[in-house]
T-cell receptor, first 112, second 113 residues
């Protein structure tokens, strides 16, 4: 299996809702990432997990809460989001810091 | 030709021509670089990578060139096809010490039949 799988593909949520994005990989990669991508812009790094521990938080607002339950799974918990948080949320994994960064297809999030 | 404006920089080429997409990276300490292709509604797809101890690497129809002196990367696509139409991003492993992959601004490649 050489894929990163993200669910759901699309999500519409209200500003008072709580939802979660899920990401799964079975390549044995020990680093996992969340990126946010707005239209016509490059992906922006949000969080990095290395060996199931949070190693980088790029000053992301606390309404985004990452979780890494095990080496294959990565979640992003969403609460009290704003309309400007609407974007494509991408998950990625890598074997190490300089090899094999693989991206999922993303979750298209719309906050209403 | 290439244009930069309010929208994503765009490179328009004719089918069968060679394409060259350029990227300036930000950190001289970056030691690993990747080119990604992103089609509409999809995640970035790996094309080719290069480490800082190399200045050229070739794949199938693609070549990446690295010039560390001026912090510049280029992606050359030979015999460009309509299926190559997409946004292309370069990415750098930002400081060579952490898992911090940072993307450049991207170029839209439009292949005219």
């Amino acid at each position: 299996d050489t894929e990163v799988t993200q669910t759901p593909k699309h999500l519409v949520m209200g500003m008072t809702n709580k939802k979660s994005l899920k990401c799964e990989q079975h390549m044995g990669h020990r680093a996992m990432y969340w990126y946010k991508q707005k239209a016509k812009k490059p992906p922006e790094l949000m969080f990095v997990y290395s060996y199931e521990k949070l190693s980088i938080n790029e000053s992301v607002p606390s309404r985004f809460s990452p979780e890494c339950p095990n080496s294959s799974l990565l979640n992003l918990h969403l609460h009290a989001l704003q309309p400007e948080d609407s974007a494509l949320y991408l998950c990625a994994s890598s074997q190490d810091r300089s090899y094999g960064y693989t991206f999922g297809s993303g979750t298209r999030l719309t906050v209403v | 030709g290439e244009s930069v404006g309010l929208h994503l920089p765009t490179l328009s080429v004719q089918e069968g021509d060679n394409s060259i997409i350029n990227c300036a990276y930000s950190n001289s300490a970056s030691d690993y670089f990747i080119w990604y292709k992103q089609e509409s509604g999809k995640g970035p797809q790996f094309i080719i990578d290069i480490r800082s101890n190399m200045d050229k690497r070739q794949g199938q129809r693609v070549t990446v060139l690295l010039n560390k002196t001026v912090k510049h990367l280029s992606l050359q696509i030979a015999a460009t096809q309509p299926g190559d139409s997409a946004v292309y991003f370069c990415a750098e492993n930002y400081d060579g010490a952490t898992n911090k992959l940072i993307f450049g601004t991207g170029t839209l490649l439009a292949v005219q039949p």
